[in-house]
């Protein structure tokens, strides 16, 4: 690993400030992504800012019926609060999908929205990347790309996001909070990331050293009707082939609201506009499911070794709202 | 090492700190926002860092870029904690810290400054092995023993995790909070999924953390 600077900021203020004047500033939460990355010579900083003692360790109800999550929350204790197990059944469960004990205890809710991609390529500084080394080319496109993206992607990067946090906080609406030298402002979590385009190297709409203070979830919670499905190698300590989070508000039998955004398909969390304007109207049957499964997969471009996304992602979204519409 | 506390007592007083530093943590935020402290600041050539390791006071010089891992095991002769993947993929290098289970592999030693770290050196009390211990020996729960520190220790803060009602991946129903968990086997083959074992040694790891956890 290459040497660094190391300071641990105590106020936000102060924290933004450091990273914008230092030389190849990054913040450090939690450490999980960013130390391995490190480790393998993909992140090289110059300094880290460590932002886990800034006072942004509180969940907190807001006045119009939402819930605040600060960014240095860990990922166990968001996964565990009362106020998300009751409120936002779906982000708990999403939560307990990814990664281990061990990890959830250290990484940060603002951290996981900031995750690297899991692409081989990515990680092996011996192979091109445009993510890693802009205009080097993308060595996935005609490698092993089983676990690459089918949607949104383009000629220059077919990497995924490997976070289950972020796919949840995409089908509630979830808004960033960030700090920048220029104050702060609030990023819709569907705007938050990017996809890949012709600068995959930029994969959020974060501006150079604004720190993430807080994610916000709306009073609409879906608690009761919503459901998180993770398709994986293994059956547990993987990152999604495909992840579904489902949500419905459903009243008379007749589906009023849908949420439906997928993992381990696309660049950024992926949701799917198609699908939920399929089930919206409709009553929640089967067929309803089966129809916005298929309207989900229509634009999705497969490559030589991940076509079988196409078909799990399909399943896994029947399943997921017939699970959904199941319960409460 | 030279201190002879009672492990007992030290027990205790391990899980007053934990405590004590868990309610504190709870109040960091509103003391941070009235009195702000100053940075610390550490270059890249190294500096003084404290750490409490099983209850003792260590200071180390070293760079910012040493994980915790290698302060344990290089600096401090704590060889308990195995360094297996270095990636966070394996968990042999299992510590807790403030009672929580980490991968001490992926931790900076500067971000552990205050923070109390129990190690596999820690665990037992004097001569007498905790219960997760001698139910690992009893139930066979390793071969060649080189991520049994990390199964241990990850063990360990499961029984907590679980008397906390803290909820895992295959929890039945994530949004009652109020009724006991039940901690069947999917429980706990889940809960230690962060500890790869390449004898396969599963069935007796799983065996004994039954049997602690009263499952």
Redesign the interface.
């Known amino acids: 690993?290459?040497?660094?600077?190391?300071?641990?900021?105590?106020?936000p203020d102060?924290a933004v400030s450091?990273a914008s004047t230092l030389p190849a500033a990054k913040y450090?939460g939690g450490?999980?992504n960013l130390?391995?990355l490190?480790?393998e010579g993909v992140e090289q900083p110059d300094n880290?800012v460590?932002v886990?003692?800034?006072?942004?360790?509180?969940i907190t109800e807001l006045p119009n019926g939402g819930v605040r999550i600060?960014a240095m929350v860990s990922n166990?204790e968001t996964?565990?609060h009362?106020l998300i197990?009751?409120r936002y059944?779906l982000l708990?469960?999403a939560f307990?999908?990814g990664?281990?004990?061990?990890?959830r205890?250290?990484a940060t809710v603002g951290g996981n929205l900031l995750q690297r991609t899991r692409c081989y390529y990515f990680t092996d500084t011996n192979m091109p990347c445009n993510k890693r080394d802009p205009g080097a080319g993308c060595s996935a496109l005609e490698g092993f790309n089983r676990i690459h993206a089918i949607l949104g992607a383009s000629e220059d990067c077919i990497a995924t996001h490997p976070s289950d946090m972020c796919v949840a906080l995409a089908a509630l609406d979830a808004t960033v909070r960030v700090q920048g030298v220029d104050g702060e402002r609030k990023i819709a979590m569907v705007d938050f990331h990017r996809l890949p385009g012709n600068t995959p190297q930029i994969e959020t709409a974060l501006q150079p050293n604004e720190l993430i203070t807080a994610v916000d979830l709306p009073a609409q919670s879906f608690?009761?009707r919503s459901y998180y499905l993770k398709a994986r190698d293994r059956?547990?300590?993987a990152f999604a082939l495909v992840s579904v989070a489902a949500a419905l508000e459903v009243d008379n039998n007749i589906i009023q609201q849908a949420r439906i955004a997928l993992g381990g398909v696309a660049h950024k969390p992926w949701r799917s506009a198609e699908a939920e304007s399929v089930l919206v109207g409709s009553a929640p049957t089967l067929e309803a499911f089966e129809q916005a499964a298929t309207a989900a997969f229509v634009n999705a471009k497969t490559y030589e070794h991940n076509a079988f996304k196409v078909e799990l992602g399909q399943r896994a979204i029947v399943r997921a709202l017939s699970t959904a519409a199941q319960e409460a | 090492m030279h201190i002879k506390i009672k492990r007992r007592r030290f027990g205790q007083l391990a899980l007053l700190t934990t405590l004590l530093t868990f309610i504190s943590?709870r109040f960091?935020?509103?003391?941070?926002?009235t009195s702000?402290?100053?940075?610390?600041?550490?270059?890249?050539q190294g500096a003084s860092v404290s750490l409490n390791i099983n209850g003792v006071e260590q200071t180390v010089d070293i760079?910012?870029?040493v994980?915790l891992l290698d302060v344990l095991r290089e600096r401090l002769g704590l060889t308990g904690a195995k360094k297996g993947c270095?990636?966070?993929q394996c968990?042999a290098c299992?510590v807790l810290?403030d009672g929580?289970?980490?991968?001490a592999c992926?931790?900076?030693a500067?971000?552990y400054e205050g923070v109390a770290i129990t190690t596999i050196e820690g665990i037992a009390d004097g001569e007498e092995l905790h219960p997760m211990q001698t139910a690992f020996i009893n139930h066979d729960g390793f071969q060649c023993g080189f991520c049994t520190s990390g199964q241990i220790c990850?063990a360990v803060?499961?029984l907590d995790?679980v008397a906390?009602?803290?909820?895992?991946?295959v929890?039945d129903n994530?949004?009652e909070?109020e009724e006991p968990l039940v901690i069947n086997d999917a429980e706990i083959?889940?809960?230690m999924?962060?500890n790869l074992c390449r004898c396969g040694a599963y069935p007796g790891i799983l065996a004994a953390v039954k049997e602690v956890q009263g499952a």
């Open positions: 690993m290459k040497s660094f600077d190391y300071i641990r900021a105590a106020v102060e450091l450090l450490g999980t130390l391995d490190m480790k880290l460590d886990t003692r800034l006072a942004l360790s509180e600060g166990t996964a565990n009362p197990r009751q059944p708990s469960q307990l999908a990664a281990t004990p061990q990890l205890n250290m608690a009761g059956n547990s300590y | 943590s960091k935020a509103a003391i941070g926002q702000p402290s100053q940075p610390v600041k550490m270059s890249a760079e910012p870029r994980t270095n990636h966070g968990g299992t810290a929580r289970r980490i991968n992926l931790a900076l500067a971000q990850s803060a499961l995790e906390a009602g803290e909820a895992s991946a929890t994530i949004m909070i083959r889940e809960r999924s962060g």
